[in-house]
Structure formats: C-alpha cells, structure tokens
C-alpha cells in the first residue's frame, strides 16, 4: 500500500488535464446530441448541430494530442495485485475508448459531408468534406454514428465502474492516480 513516503504512481499533469478536460467535453456532446436529435427543424437546431460539430472537432484533435502524449509518456503500470485476465480486460477497455474517441467523431465527419453540411470549424475555418453527398449513405452512417455513440456509453460506464470498484472495493490507487494533484507524477 502507498504511504506518505511512498505515494502512488501518477499519471502526469498534461494526461489527467486532457482525460478531464475530454470526460467534460465528451459527457457534453453526448448529452447534446441526444437532445438536438429529437428537436424539430429550427434555427436553433440548427445552431445545436453547429456546436455540437465543433466540439466534435475539438474532441478529435484532442484526443490525437492524447495519443501522441500517451506514446510518448507511458501510463503508470497497473497494480501488481491485479489478475492477468483484469489486466487484459483494462487494457482492452481503454483500446476500445481511445478507438471510439477517433471513430465517433470521424463517422460524424462523414455522415455531415454525405448528408452535404460542410462542417465550418466555430464558423470560421471549413473543414473539408471527406464525401461527396449522398444521402442514403448519410442515414446509414447516422446509424453508426448512434450505435457508435451507444457502444462508448457502454465502455464509459464500465470504465467508471472499475474506477470506482477499485477505489471502494479493492481500496487500491487505479482511481487517485487519475486525480488532480495527487500522487508523483512518473514522467515530466
């Protein structure tokens, strides 16, 4: 167990700014684009897309910053106690986040440009279509955009459950390693 002396390994300051920062923009977008799907055609609606579209953006690129600090910074290892197959189930589950965090936002990317709405990052720089507009595709890539956005709610609640299992059940350091300002960090 850590003590004072001893605290437990840390994820550093840039990975735990960008997992909150990214928990907070991912729990966001996730909630708008439930609430602005059922909307009726509107400005406002419209305006909500918008947003949500860019926000979209500002997650993907984020995330290609946190895999590249993440390949350059590894994470602290997991704790000894920990049985092989818990270890591989971890390491799978944050595999399958990080792959959702790159699919979801590109699959939005592809279903705006088939659907034929550009994507205008904060109404100022277009980012550019990746397809031409089809609109039988832009349905069935609205399909997997959802059943995407189902699967990471899936992954994400069991990412929080084993946080929270191994703070209050396995009482080990899985969850404060993640904390603002607590433990040492393992790299600069």
Do not use: C
């Not at 167990?1 to 735990?16: C, E, F, I, L, R």
């Amino acid at each position: 167990m850590n003590t004072p002396n001893n605290p437990a390994p840390s994820y550093t300051g840039v990975a735990k700014s960008l997992h909150w920062l990214m928990a907070l923009l991912l729990l966001g977008l996730l909630a708008l684009g439930f609430y602005m799907s059922d909307l009726p055609l509107s400005p406002r609606k419209l305006q909500l897309y918008s947003w949500h579209k860019w926000a979209g953006v500002t997650v993907f690129l984020l995330v290609l910053i946190r895999l590249g600090w993440r390949l350059m910074h590894r994470p602290p290892a997991l704790p000894a106690h920990m049985p092989p197959l818990l270890r591989m189930a971890a390491h799978a589950g944050h595999a399958l986040l990080y792959v959702l965090m790159v699919a979801i936002p590109l699959s939005g990317w592809l279903m705006s440009s088939a659907k034929g709405f550009q994507t205008v990052w904060f109404g100022v720089l277009p980012i550019p279509d990746l397809l031409s507009k089809d609109p039988a595709l832009g349905e069935l890539l609205q399909s997997v955009h959802f059943s995407l956005n189902l699967l990471f709610i899936a992954v994400l609640a069991g990412h929080v459950g084993a946080a929270l299992k191994h703070h209050f059940i396995d009482r080990d350091d899985i969850l404060v390693r993640m904390l603002p300002a607590i433990g040492t960090e393992t790299s600069p």
